[in-house]
């Protein structure tokens, strides 16, 4: 990991530098238009909407593959502020359910780490529109806790 | 029915659904074939597609947004020449390694199994120029059929 990065997430723990500054360094996260909360220590990752995102224009509803790559990027920056040492996750694999249909309005995501061990993170990800006990979408994933200058 | 005799072919089919998703389009997808069999699809190296500043490797959102795009038409290659509208229920990818930044990518999806209800797909996506060799990703995935009248609207 570069010290920049490492940097970077140290000034967001301390309140330093906002969370979006992690999260925007990444051009496809800029991309998609993540955003992401903060309510004391609980990270709510923000998919506004976008007619960009939209995937079937008749219902309108957003594209599944925008719904995926949300919630991947979402476990990713939560990987990076859960670890004591951050290292870069690399996703191993991603498995995705559809649930309901992903209407055109703001999207929300939270992460749950399953385990995190010193080589393999696992991670729950749910996303959902109207409300939390409604998921549109639950993911699991695993990634690869890389040690790389990279 | 040949399919000399249809106005339209699985690559018209292919490039009308191109048109139509703007998120694909935004992504900067083409349709390389669509055979029988199944389709080829790629998706360019793009600055804005970066998952990793550091590298320049591309986003593994991105390359999953454009299988799963490609497993949907490889779901209208199968089931061409009537047209149904098929949701994701379940997609799996598994990133095997990393595409070379600058590099786009190219994915081969096939139904290889249609019930009444339900397509199974399976995904390879390969460095462009390297499709002989390991593949990038590899996924499995299910969609639902929902078949639709002239309108567009879903009869069943």
Known sequence: ?150 | MTDSNIPYTRMDVCNRSLETVKHSRNLGMEVLSAEEEGVRVRLPWREDLVGNPDTGVLHGGAIFAMMDQAGGMANSCRLYPNFEITPTIDFRVDHLHAPTPGKAVVCHATCYRLTDHVTFVRLTTWEEGKEEGEPVATALATYTRMKIDKNGRVVS
């Open chain 1, 1 to 150: 990991m570069t010290e920049s990065l490492k940097a970077l997430i140290k000034a967001c723990r301390q309140g330093k530098a906002d969370y979006q500054d992690l999260m925007d360094r990444v051009p496809y996260a800029r991309f998609l238009g993540i955003e992401l909360r903060v309510q004391g220590e609980e990270l709510t990752f923000i998919l506004p909407k976008n007619p960009e995102n939209i995937g079937n224009p008749t219902l309108p509803a957003l594209h599944g593959g925008a719904v995926a790559g949300f919630m991947e990027q979402a476990a990713i920056i939560f990987i990076l502020l859960e670890m004591g040492e951050p290292k870069v996750p690399k996703t191993i694999d991603f498995t995705i359910d559809y649930l309901r249909a992903g209407l055109f309005r703001d999207t929300f995501a939270e992460c749950r780490i399953t385990r995190l061990g010193r080589r393999i993170a696992n991670v729950h990800i749910s996303a959902w529109q109207k409300r939390r006990e409604e998921p549109i979408t639950i993911a699991r994933a695993h990634f690869l806790l890389s040690e790389e200058n990279n």
